[in-house]
Every structure is written in structure tokens, then in C-alpha cells.
């Protein structure tokens, strides 16, 4: 299963300590890494198709990206392939621009049946499972939240698109949706492990699907009831707000 | 009555052009003014106790201050002569840092007894008018609430310490807090106004109390529910994030 990396600061922050480790702890994924960031509000990624750790060795590439990288958000992900190709446009994070704004997006989980899906938007070139998750839920934000801000506020309409699609196309979803100033993680499969005021990471906000975590301290487990999801609102480093998804009834 | 604007975005904006908006549309209430914003996570506040407008003139320093302030997060209050009155018109916005951020705060309504609230905490903010307590307040409650559970929610801590504050002082609430990533408006009168604006750099998102917005722009009504008690608006960055019912 594919692992999934985030850390939210309230200003532009290195991952140098917490990248390195959650590389050789999602070491199990071979199929690819990304990382996602943002500079001047522009969304930035870094992927490969190549394993992100051989045998005593991370691979140089990601190392030398989690030292220098510096932004308010920064996502990554490794990849265990069960749907698309094996190559760099199918390794993850994926960027759209919707809501005058970029995004970057990350996914794990299996859900085979939203492959099927045919956007009438801008399509990613990436043939998975995880590229039209992101397509669906970009063309229903822009339906509900654009539509009527006033009625669906972003967590609103981000929540009434996943209940969504959790009704049209079952399956299991762990996604990362960043613009920079916001961070939303959703899953309803697996958990998250959260860490705030590290002392021996980074001083920010935290996240991983690492079930151990990425440090010998405290990490709180955020899992979803069965049959349901759950929603984080992570903004400038601090957890704003948690919400159950449910699949859209009717 | 007094007047409150919040300004958010993705990245550090220049309010030349609806800091004076909000002047002109606050020409009544001519007893001060005051502007917070942040610069690498520290706040700065200017603020003065002399009218924002005089004899037709906007106040220079204001003026100067639109020319020149960047900030990703603004907030501006100008104050009323009858209401919450001439002594705290140098006050707003006040500032206080707590759970690992600098925060803005500014209020406007009226609320009995509050001045009785003796905050345990340090800093206490020393000018003695309700604002100041009702900021102590939530901060008390706030860093007694997230030290019990770190992982609460900004909000749900904030939502709880409202609630515990309308309760025991009750009266008109409509307040912003801001830290240098998120705004977090509550108001229980009167109501918000809301105006997505695209800017060159990237997208702005502008917050008032000015009943008729500060432009012939399309702002958008944000009011109370039937029966509700108050209501939470969240922004962060440029986007309408959610609104909550107290």
C-alpha cells in the first residue's frame, strides 16, 4: 500500500528531518516517490518512477529535495503500484489548477471502480485510479463551492464531494488536497498519524499513514468508523477542524 | 457603531486601494482607528485615537499605512464615539500570543459584566474596556481546552469557549481572531459581508461589517439563522472554508 507524507507550518519550513524518515519508513513502496510544494504560491512538484530506497540507501534525489525544499505545505508520496503504469506520470503528487488557485493532490487506497470516470475538464495524462479521484473531486468542489459559496463553504463542498463519491464509486480512499494555505486529508481506510510541536522533527504539523509514525513520540491516531470517512482541516500548521463523511444517501 | 475589516490571502497584500474603501465608508464613526498585520509571524498594530476622516481628509498616517503595509492577514477596526466609546479608540486591534502563534483581535458590540473577568493567565492587556477581557477570556479557554487535548480542533476550542463566554456574559458579540494563516469570525449581530477579489498577484478574500460592503462589487450577505445563537466563519488563505452555528 502506497504511504503518504504531510507537514503544515504557518510559514515557509524545511521537511529536512521528517522526509529522510518517512522515505526509509515507506521503504516497502517500490514503484515511485513525489514531493509537492509550494513557492510564490505556485504549486511545485518533484517525482520518480525509480524506488526510493535500495538497500542501505535512500535515494539520493529525495534526499537532496527534503534538504532544500522549503514552503508552508509540503506534501509526498510512495508508491506501490495497483493501478496505471509504472512510470513517473503515474507517480504522485498530481497538480490541477481550479478555483484560481493550484493544487496538489495524493492518494492512496484501491478504488478500481473510479477509473471508469471521464471528466469533461482538464484531464491528468495518468491512467489510475488516483488521477481521476482527483479529476472527480476537482469538477464536483467546482459545482458545489462555485455554484453557491454561500451554501457550500470549501469544507462543505470538498465533504459533499467525497460523500459522493464515496456512494458512486465504493472504495477505499486516503487523499492529501493542498493549496498551500490549506491542507485538507481525508480517509476511510487505514488512519493517519498526527504529531504537533515535534522536538525531534520539525515544529510543525505532522502527518503520515506510517502506522509506527516517523518518531519515538506520541503521535495521535485519526481513523474513520466503518462504513464512514474522515475529514481533517489543517490550516498554518494547526488542526482546525475534524469531520465524518458519510456516502450520500439517495 | 463601530466597524471591523478583515483581509486574507494566499500571499503578503497590499490594501492600497480597500483600507481607504473601508475609511470612507467608517467616515461616522470618527472617534480612532487602528490596523493590525503581520510581518514573519510577529504582529504589528498602528493605531491612533484621532478620526479616520477629518473635514474630508482622510488621516494621513492611515492613508501613508494602505500605501505600505503587505501582510497575508489584515485587520482593521474604526471606532464608534457612542458605543464601547472614546476610551478604547486607541485600543484595537489588541494582540496576544498563545498556542505557538501571535494573535490579532478585534471586537465590536456590547456586553454586560465582562469588565469583572480577571483573566489567571500572563500577558493580561492593560487597557480596561470589555474587548480586552473578552480576549483574555477566549484565550484562557482556548489554552486550557488544547492543553487537555492537543489535537481538539482551533475551532471546536474556539466554538466551546464562545459558547462558555455568551453564556456568562451575555450581550452582542461580533469579533475577529487571526493568526498570520486563519481568520476566525464570530458575530451574534448585525451581519458580514464577504467579497472574493481576484489581484494580480493571486485571489483576495475581504470580510467587513459594513452592511453595504465597501464596493459596488459583488459582496456576498453572510447573516444569522432564525434561531441561531451565532455564527463561526472561517477563512484561510483566499477561501470561504466553512461557517458554523454556535
Known amino acids: 500500500m502506497c504511504d503518504l507524507f504531510a507537514m503544515s507550518a504557518a510559514k515557509r519550513s524545511e521537511a529536512a528531518r521528517s522526509l529522510p524518515v518517512f522515505g526509509v519508513r515507506a521503504?516497502?513502496?517500490?514503484?515511485?516517490w513525489g514531493i509537492g510544494f509550494f513557492r510564490n504560491d505556485r504549486a511545485h512538484v518533484e517525482k520518480s518512477a525509480n524506488?526510493?530506497?535500495?538497500?542501505?540507501?535512500?535515494?539520493?534525489?529525495?534526499?537532496?529535495?527534503?534538504?532544500?525544499?522549503?514552503?508552508?505545505?509540503?506534501?509526498?508520496?510512495?508508491?506501490?503500484?495497483?493501478?496505471?503504469?509504472?512510470?513517473?506520470?503515474?507517480?504522485?503528487?498530481?497538480?490541477?489548477s481550479f478555483l484560481g488557485t493550484d493544487w496538489i493532490f495524493a492518494h492512496n487506497g484501491k478504488s478500481p471502480a473510479i477509473e471508469s470516470y471521464r471528466s469533461r475538464g482538464e484531464r491528468l495524462e495518468a491512467g489510475s485510479d488516483s488521477a481521476r479521484t482527483f479529476e472527480y473531486l476537482r469538477d464536483y468542489l467546482l459545482f458545489y463551492h462555485r455554484g453557491d459559496p454561500m451554501v457550500y463553504s470549501f469544507v462543505d463542498a470538498l465533504k459533499r464531494s467525497t460523500s459522493r463519491l464515496m456512494k458512486e464509486y465504493p472504495g477505499g480512499y486516503n487523499y492529501l488536497l493542498t493549496n498551500g494555505s490549506v491542507l485538507c486529508a481525508f480517509t476511510n481506510h487505514r488512519h493517519f498519524m498526527l504529531l504537533k510541536d515535534s522536538?525531534?522533527?520539525e515544529n510543525a504539523l505532522l502527518l503520515t499513514t506510517v502506522a509506527e509514525g516517523l518518531s519515538p513520540e506520541p503521535w495521535q491516531v485519526f481513523k474513520a468508523e466503518e462504513g464512514c470517512g474522515l475529514l481533517l482541516l489543517i490550516v498554518g500548521g494547526e488542526l482546525l477542524l475534524k469531520q465524518v463523511v458519510t456516502p450520500l444517501r439517495g | 457603531m463601530c466597524d471591523l475589516l478583515a483581509i486574507s490571502a494566499g500571499f503578503d497584500y497590499g490594501p492600497r486601494e480597500y483600507l481607504p474603501l473601508f475609511a470612507e465608508r467608517g467616515k461616522r464613526n470618527v472617534s480612532g482607528w487602528g490596523i493590525g498585520f503581520?510581518?514573519?509571524?510577529?504582529?504589528?498594530?498602528?493605531?491612533?485615537?484621532?478620526?479616520?476622516?477629518?473635514?474630508n481628509q482622510m488621516h494621513d498616517s492611515f492613508q501613508r499605512l494602505a500605501r505600505v503595509i503587505d501582510s497575508r492577514m489584515i485587520l482593521a477596526h474604526i471606532s464608534c464615539p457612542l458605543i464601547g466609546g472614546q476610551h478604547d479608540q486607541a485600543a484595537h486591534?489588541?494582540?496576544?500570543?498563545?498556542?505557538?502563534?501571535?494573535?490579532?483581535?478585534?471586537?465590536?458590540?456590547?456586553?454586560?459584566?465582562?469588565?469583572?473577568?480577571?483573566?489567571?493567565m500572563e500577558p493580561r492587556l492593560d487597557v480596561n474596556i470589555p474587548s480586552a477581557r473578552i480576549f483574555e477570556f477566549l484565550r484562557d479557554r482556548m489554552v486550557s481546552m488544547v492543553s487537555e487535548d492537543p489535537y481538539l480542533g482551533l475551532l471546536s476550542a474556539l466554538s466551546m469557549a464562545t459558547r462558555e463566554l455568551v453564556e456568562r456574559y451575555p450581550g452582542r458579540y461580533n469579533y475577529f481572531l487571526a493568526n498570520e494563516s486563519v481568520l476566525l469570525a464570530f458575530f451574534n449581530f448585525r451581519q458580514l459581508m464577504m467579497l472574493k477579489e481576484h489581484d494580480t498577484?493571486?485571489?483576495?478574500?475581504?470580510?467587513?461589517?459594513?452592511?453595504?460592503?465597501?464596493?459596488g462589487e459583488d459582496w456576498r450577505y453572510i447573516g444569522l439563522e432564525g434561531d441561531s445563537a451565532g455564527k463561526f466563519v472561517v477563512i484561510g488563505g483566499a477561501d470561504f472554508l466553512y461557517q458554523q452555528s454556535l
Open chain 1, 27 to 32: 521503504r516497502k513502496n517500490m514503484d515511485g
Open chain 1, 51 to 96: 524506488r526510493i530506497y535500495v538497500p542501505g540507501h535512500l535515494h539520493d534525489s529525495f534526499q537532496r529535495l527534503a534538504r532544500v525544499i522549503r514552503s508552508p505545505t509540503i506534501i509526498a508520496h510512495v508508491r506501490l503500484q495497483t493501478s496505471g503504469k509504472k512510470d513517473e506520470c503515474h507517480a504522485h503528487p498530481f497538480v490541477l
Open chain 1, 199 to 201: 522536538r525531534q522533527l
Open chain 2, 38 to 55: 503581520f510581518r514573519e509571524g510577529r504582529t504589528l498594530v498602528e493605531n491612533s485615537a484621532e478620526s479616520v476622516y477629518h473635514e
Open chain 2, 93 to 120: 486591534p489588541f494582540t496576544l500570543s498563545f498556542l505557538g502563534h501571535s494573535w490579532l483581535f478585534v471586537h465590536v458590540g456590547i456586553v454586560r459584566d465582562i469588565d469583572r473577568y480577571r483573566t489567571r
Open chain 2, 201 to 215: 498577484l493571486g485571489n483576495v478574500l475581504l470580510l467587513t461589517t459594513v452592511e453595504e460592503g465597501l464596493s
